[in-house]
C-alpha cells in the first residue's frame, strides 16, 4: 500500500512538473535605445529533404562498428527510416552534441552521402549510439 502511495505521489509530481508553464526572465532594459538586430530565421529547408519520402530498394551494408546500443532489427529499422525519409529527419534536431561535428539534423546522425537520385551510399556509423 506505501509502494502505491509512493507511486500516485510520483506521478502526480512529474505531471505537475511537466505541466507548469516555464519560468522566464523580465527582459531587462537596454541602456541604449537602438534595438537590437533581428535574428535571421532560415526558411530553407534542410537539403536532403529535397527528396521527399524515397523508397529505396539497395542499402550499403550498415556500419556495424560500433557495437550498436540496440538490437540488430531495431538498427535496421532505424537506418531504413533515414535512408527513406530525409524530409523528416532533416528537420529533426539532434541532442547529443554532434552538432560540433558538423550534423545540422537527425539525418546527418545516419547517413553521410546520397547520390544524385537520394539513395543512400555511405552510412554514417554516429546512429549505431
Same mark, same amino acid.
Given at each position: &500500500?506505501?509502494?502505491?502511495? $509512493?507511486?500516485?505521489? $510520483?506521478? !502526480?509530481? *512529474? ?6 508553464? !516555464? ?28 527528396? *521527399?519520402? @524515397? ?13 550498436? !546500443? ?9 537506418? =531504413?527510416?533515414?535512408? +527513406?525519409h530525409p524530409e523528416v529527419l532533416g528537420y529533426v ?5 554532434? +552538432?560540433?561535428?558538423? @550534423? ?7 547517413? =553521410? !552521402? ?11 556509423? @554516429?546512429? &549505431? =549510439?
Amino acid at each position: &500500500m506505501l509502494a502505491m502511495g $509512493a507511486i500516485v505521489v $510520483a506521478a !502526480a509530481a *512529474g505531471l505537475f512538473i511537466a505541466t507548469r508553464p !516555464a519560468q522566464t526572465e523580465a527582459p531587462k532594459p537596454q541602456a541604449t535605445s537602438t534595438p537590437a538586430p533581428a535574428q535571421t530565421v532560415s526558411d530553407e529547408p534542410p537539403a536532403m529533404a529535397k527528396f *521527399g519520402p @524515397h523508397k529505396q530498394d539497395n542499402f550499403p551494408p550498415l556500419p556495424y562498428d560500433p557495437v550498436p !546500443a540496440r538490437p540488430p532489427d531495431v538498427v535496421r529499422a532505424a537506418y =531504413t527510416f533515414a535512408a +527513406e525519409h530525409p524530409e523528416v529527419l532533416g528537420y529533426v534536431p539532434c541532442y547529443c552534441g554532434c +552538432e560540433r561535428s558538423g @550534423h545540422r539534423g537527425n539525418d546527418d546522425c545516419f547517413v =553521410t !552521402a546520397r547520390n544524385d537520385k537520394g539513395d543512400v551510399t555511405t552510412w554514417e556509423p @554516429h546512429g &549505431m =549510439t
